[in-house]
């Protein structure tokens, strides 16, 4: 029983020896702990600044894109406004032309029966 307990001390001492040591090296990893901090707050922060970049670049190129749909969908718009209106004009002039030629063909009327009208009383009358 006496080996028994004796090895169990020795036990004992030897894990409280090889449990220092390891406060020895968390004392250096506390140390190099706020450099890997450090460095990844850089990492991070450079992250931050590329998507800060891509975002912006994204933006400008959408907007960029949407201004050129606005102005090809304007041109459009005036394009389709300048057909009406010479659709408009061209419909107004055909009007125009049949209504001056039914103007004309009721002054040609007119007197072409006029002619008719004289020359029937000249019938009658000889």
């Not at 968390?26 to 990844?40: D, L």
């Given at each position: 029983?006496?080996k028994?307990?004796?090895?169990?001390i020795?036990?004992?001492?030897?894990?409280?020896?090889?449990?220092?040591?390891?406060?020895?090296?968390?004392?250096?990893?506390?140390?190099?702990?706020?450099?890997?901090?450090?460095?990844?707050?850089?990492?991070?922060?450079a992250?931050?600044?590329?998507?800060?970049?891509?975002?912006?670049?994204?933006?400008?190129?959408?907007?960029?894109?949407?201004?050129?749909?606005a102005?090809?969908?304007?041109?459009?718009?005036?394009?389709?406004?300048k057909?009406?209106?010479?659709?408009?004009?061209?419909?107004?002039?055909?009007?125009?032309?049949?209504?001056h030629?039914?103007?004309?063909?009721?002054?040609?009327?007119?007197?072409?029966?006029?002619?008719?009208?004289?020359?029937?009383?000249?019938?009658?009358?000889?």
């Amino acid at each position: 029983m006496t080996k028994i307990i004796a090895s169990l001390i020795a036990g004992l001492f030897a894990t409280a020896a090889f449990a220092q040591a390891p406060t020895a090296s968390a004392t250096s990893t506390a140390v190099s702990a706020p450099v890997a901090v450090k460095a990844e707050a850089k990492d991070s922060k450079a992250a931050a600044k590329t998507e800060v970049k891509q975002t912006t670049v994204a933006a400008k190129t959408e907007a960029k894109e949407t201004k050129a749909a606005a102005k090809t969908e304007a041109k459009a718009d005036v394009k389709a406004a300048k057909t009406e209106v010479k659709t408009e004009a061209k419909v107004e002039k055909a009007k125009e032309t049949k209504e001056h030629k039914k103007a004309e063909e009721g002054k040609a009327k007119p007197a072409a029966e006029a002619g008719k009208v004289a020359a029937k009383e000249a019938v009658i009358t000889k």
